[in-house]
Structure formats: C-alpha cells, structure tokens
C-alpha cells in the first residue's frame, strides 16, 4: 500500500500491507490489513476499504475504476471489505472476506483501495464511484499481486503479536 499519487496536500500517507490468503477455490478468503500513517491526534477517523476494478495505480485512486462488483446484486458486495478505525496511527484487521483468488472473478490483478472516510453503506447514494465523489478526497492505493507465503506467515505473526499487546 502506498499514497495515492493524486492525494490533495495535507493528507496522510499510508504505508502498509493488505494481504489476501485461500486455499482452494470454495475455501473461505481471509484478508489481512496491515496500514499506518494515520494522524494520532484527534478522534480517529474510521476507513473505508475497498476492492475496485482495475489495477493500473498510474493515477492513484482514479485510475482504479470504480468497485469491483462482478456479481449484479449481491447480498454482500466483495469489494466491501469493511471501515475499519485506525488505532494509535494504524490498522490491523484479520477479515473473512466472500471475494476470491479463483476463478474468472479472481481478485488478483485489482486494486485495494483505503479511502479518507468511512463507507455509510450505499447512504449515500451509489458508491460505485467514489474516487469521485467526497470519499476520494484522499486515498491509498495498492495492487493485488502474488506472492510467496512468507509476506502472508510474517504478516500474521506480526498481527498477533500487537493484538496481544492491545
Ligand atoms: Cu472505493
């Protein structure tokens, strides 16, 4: 995860891993947010996190399309990954998520996105184009790519470890 290219000035850069695990094609897809960066003064701000179409991050949150929604009217979107709320300047989040690795609807090749604000779950109207709209006002961007299962088994030891602490 990394800042958004087009982030107005004055946001804060997010640093961080989103990393994604499945074993097998109806296994059950857990993913792993690992970001900081977020401000540690004031009362923290909860983030959206989202799966939107296309990887190309060559201009950052825009450039990604709008959500990934592969499916016309699911009863739980799999590009809604969650708000999440930062805690001490970070995020560390173990989800279930009903996206895939697999298949022609794989994931794999899109982008995650963490947007400024919370998602208000379609409240607001359609979200399908959010980098547009408010929420865009600041995001980070990464792609979905492989990877060893090295990142995935650190990653999570790490998650534990400062779930412990908290
Ligand atoms: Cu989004």
Redesign the pocket.
């Known amino acids: 995860m990394r800042p958004s290219t087009s982030l107005a000035q004055g946001l804060p850069k997010v640093y961080g891993r989103a990393l994604f695990k499945q074993d097998y094609p109806q296994g059950t897809l857990k993913v792993l947010l690992r970001f900081n960066g977020f401000p540690t003064d004031g009362v923290p701000q909860a983030r ?1 996190v ?1 799966i ?1 179409q296309y990887g190309d991050l060559s201009q950052g949150c825009e450039s990604t399309g709008g ?1 990934y929604n592969p499916w016309c009217t699911p009863p739980q979107p799999p590009w809604r990954l969650g708000n999440f709320e930062p805690q001490e300047g970070k995020i560390n989040a173990m989800i279930e998520s009903v996206a895939t690795l697999f298949g022609g609807l794989s994931v794999i090749g899109r982008a995650v ?1 963490v ?1 400024e604000k919370l998602d208000d779950l379609g409240r607001g109207g359609d ?1 399908g184009t ?2 547009m709209e408010t ?1 865009a006002g600041g995001s980070d961007v990464a792609l979905l790519a492989f990877s060893s299962p090295r990142q995935w088994n650190m990653h999570q030891k790490q998650y534990n470890r400062e779930l412990r602490r908290n």
């Open positions: 959206a989202h939107h959500h996105v947007h979200a959010c980098c929420q």
